[in-house]
């Protein structure tokens, strides 16, 4: 026996993979409608999640969680360690990319009702998924140690302490005490590096199981050439093929019907993904490259700045907060997020109560409106 058929034998009994299940795996048809990148674009938070993971863990390595020099620190990054203030820009923009493409990816979702039964828990999965993202670009942002980052960090944790009921135990947690000290510094460190990610991999393990137990919801639109049977519908109102799984009886044409419908993984949709990568790789270079993550003035506890402003996508949030009163802006953000939290069985009433009316898409057409304008407005002041 040579002593490459032994290394092969030796492999194969180490390693037990079915090549087989791989092939399978692999040749998963991908329905029509992903050819369209705009409904393709759930893979891009997670592209952009590993380039954080990557970006963050090279920036541990030279970061130093103390008030007295983390400020210091990241100017170290930026200005002395080769190639740092490019990985810290890179780090930046993938936070805001992800943020962004994460809102865009549950928009589409929400819009095509692709959150309807059985993929309510999947719709619910996203949300922690969103909300473990802010806490992400919370926490980062007040890592910097600079002055409006740290000003930001002192509102952040007394809005979380307006919270009825639980708000002076969170608040008390986050800070490490009774207010901002060294000790709340090192608390959203760990948070950063170690509890939020480790969150984040549950939830997209969880997430990518879901989508494989349910597969991509399957939607028909206006123009489409359908068999008369699957009735063509508006972008709003996404339809699962008639099978056996929808209590449906099935045809003698419907295997060849599906395969109509869809195209294989790979090396189709597989390529496509390696484009959208390359394209994101190439601009949080080019954002990178133009506009390189800056520093600030160094942290004052003593002098409270005139004008402190939170990242991007707080802005709708704090210009809630400004309107209202704390305890009602608190509150009011609460029922928001339990309303998008609860969406799918929300939206089995309304279809209950008002069959054929579609009010889940108005709802979300004026919701996203509000977000809007409450983010341009006080992006604007």
Do not use: C
């Amino acid at each position: 026996m040579s002593k490459s058929q032994a290394f092969k034998e030796w492999f194969d009994e180490s390693f037990p993979i079915d090549l087989n299940l791989l092939k399978e795996i692999s040749s998963e048809p991908i329905p029509n409608h992903l050819k369209r990148w705009w409904y393709a674009i759930g893979g891009t938070p997670l592209y952009l999640f590993v380039i954080q993971a990557i970006t963050g863990i090279v920036l541990t390595f030279y970061y130093v969680p103390h008030p007295a020099e983390a400020f210091e620190s990241v100017v170290r990054i930026t200005t002395e360690i080769r190639f740092g203030w490019f990985i810290r820009s890179v780090h930046k923009w993938s936070a805001h990319l992800m943020v962004l493409t994460l809102m865009l990816h549950m928009m589409r979702v929400f819009f095509t009702s692709a959150y309807r039964r059985p993929r309510e828990f999947n719709w619910m999965i996203g949300v922690g998924i969103l909300v473990t993202t802010l806490g992400f670009g919370f926490t980062g942002y007040s890592l910097i140690y600079e002055q409006i980052s740290y000003w930001a960090a002192v509102v952040g944790t007394n809005v979380a302490e307006a919270t009825p009921l639980i708000g002076e135990m969170i608040a008390r947690f986050i800070r490490g005490g009774e207010e901002i000290s060294d000790n709340t510094l090192t608390r959203f460190f760990v948070l950063h590096i170690g509890v939020l990610p480790t969150a984040m991999v549950m939830l997209l393990g969880l997430h990518v199981v879901q989508i494989r137990l349910h597969g991509v919801t399957k939607m028909r639109f206006e123009g489409d050439n359908q068999p008369a049977v699957q009735m063509s519908l508006s972008v709003s109102a996404p339809v699962t093929p008639l099978s056996p799984e929808s209590g449906q009886p099935s045809t003698g044409n419907e295997e060849e019907r599906a395969k109509e419908e869809s195209f294989p993984f790979f090396p189709d949709h597989f390529y496509t993904e390696v484009i959208v990568g390359l394209t994101l790789t190439f601009i949080l270079t080019i954002l990178a490259l133009i506009y390189p993550a800056h520093m600030g003035d160094p942290a004052n506890p003593l002098v409270t700045p005139e004008h402190i402003k939170p990242e991007w996508f707080f802005y709708a949030t704090f210009r809630w907060l400004k309107l209202t009163s704390l305890t009602v802006g608190v509150m009011g953000t609460m029922v928001f997020l339990g309303m998008l939290l609860f969406w799918p069985f929300i939206d089995r009433i309304f279809m209950k109560k008002f069959p054929g009316k579609d009010i889940s898409f108005w709802i979300g057409v004026v919701g996203f409106f509000v977000f809007l304008i409450f983010t341009v407005w006080e992006a604007l002041v």
